[in-house]
């Protein structure tokens, strides 16, 4: 298995461009999510997806649009680059049975470190 | 909502010192307990878990136990090696009304010196 995969490691941007972070997993997680990690800020949560076809907000989602479409798939998407979505970005999914139990663990992608000018 | 608070840092230890990186949680219910280790340049991977009170999770060395009463989940280890320095994630995963909406907290930077 490759497990969580992004692409691409590095992106720089101007600002006002478009971009697409892509994330994909080979292990039929029903629990895909992204992150953002800025420095002294740990990670916080941008969208997460229960499902395809089902995604919610998080903690930071403003800028940010996603979409699920399949299980395997979860791309990043932002409409409109701004100096503050500088940050390295994480995806990461897992196995999640039902709602009313606690989350398992999570496998994360080695990241995207993302510039904007 | 749920959140977590843990150790600021970062901690600087010599090489074989004791380790000790507290976490304290607020969250719904009775989530399972994870942390999570980030290596320079690498993503997060799982350290060690705990998925009921007063389970104890152990990973290469390290120790961590489920306190219910305290909601507490403090990360040990005896002895600390170089290759030990890394960023320290504590997270709990609960369900319920809480579901998907994960907290990490900010993370310890550990620093060991030979």
């Known amino acids: 298995n490759a497990g969580v995969t992004q692409t691409p490691k590095f992106q720089v941007l101007k600002t006002g461009q478009s971009m697409t972070l892509q994330c994909a997993q080979d292990?039929?997680?029903?629990?895909m999510s992204w992150y953002r990690q800025d420095p002294g800020m740990g990670l916080r949560l941008i969208h997460y997806?229960?499902?395809?076809?089902?995604?919610d907000q998080g903690e930071v989602p403003n800028g940010y649009n996603v979409s699920r479409s399949t299980t395997e798939d979860f791309p990043l998407r932002l409409l409109s680059a701004a100096p503050s979505q500088t940050s390295v970005y994480f995806c990461?999914?897992?196995?999640?049975?039902?709602?009313?139990?606690?989350?398992?663990?999570?496998?994360f992608g080695p990241g995207t470190r993302l510039t904007v000018l | 909502g749920d959140s977590v608070t843990q150790m600021e840092g970062p901690v600087t230890l010599s090489e074989e010192a004791f380790l000790t990186i507290n976490c304290t949680y607020t969250?719904?219910?009775?989530?399972?307990l994870f942390w999570y280790v980030q290596y320079p340049g690498e993503g997060l991977q799982l350290l060690l878990k705990?998925?009921?009170?007063?389970d104890k999770g152990s990973n290469k060395g390290f120790e961590a136990t489920y306190r219910k009463e305290t909601t507490s989940f403090h990360l040990e280890k005896g002895s600390v090696q170089v290759s030990d320095s890394a960023v320290y994630f504590c997270?709990?995963?609960?369900?319920?009304?809480?579901?998907?909406?994960?907290?990490f907290g900010q993370g310890t930077i550990l620093t060991v010196h030979p």
């Open positions: 990461a999914s897992s196995y999640w049975a039902r709602p009313e139990l606690p989350g398992d663990e999570q496998f």
């Open positions: 292990m039929n997680h029903e629990y």
């Open positions: 997806s229960v499902g395809a076809g089902i995604t």
């Open positions: 969250a719904t219910g009775y989530p399972s």
């Open positions: 705990a998925t009921k009170a007063d």
């Open positions: 997270a709990p995963s609960p369900g319920g009304t809480s579901y998907g909406k994960l907290t």
